[in-house]
């Protein structure tokens, strides 16, 4: 999501994109059952483009690796012991340069 908005399904290997106005935006992420929401804070210039990797969250990698080992029980447990992560939500979003950029998305399409 972008300020509240839904503009497209992230999955691996896709990007996605929005044209937005000069201000300040919020980056926005929920995944279904997953007990956390990811939200960034960005502030966005004229006539500049802005590249954000998502990556696994800490929070989300510690989950599913208590999931992994508990089962649902593993998950339930780990929830509430990362409950006070500083990113509560699955991704992080890492700011790219438009240099880092170019390779990632060369290699990426267009989500649907």
Do not use: I
Request: proline residues 5%; aromatic residues 8%; hydrophobic residues 40%.
């Amino acid at each position: 999501m972008l300020d509240g908005q839904p503009f497209g399904s992230l999955k691996n290997g896709t990007y996605v994109y929005a044209d937005r106005p000069t201000g300040r935006h919020q980056l926005q992420c929920d995944w279904d059952l997953f007990p956390g929401v990811t939200r960034q804070d960005v502030t966005l210039a004229a006539g500049r483009t802005y590249f954000f990797q998502a990556r696994m969250s800490e929070r989300a990698k510690k989950l599913m690796a208590a999931q992994a080992v508990g089962g649902l029980a593993g998950f339930a447990v780990g929830a509430a012991v990362t409950s006070g992560d500083g990113n509560t939500g699955p991704l992080d979003f890492v700011p790219l340069d438009a240099a880092a950029a170019t390779v990632p998305m060369s290699e990426a399409r267009l989500a649907e």
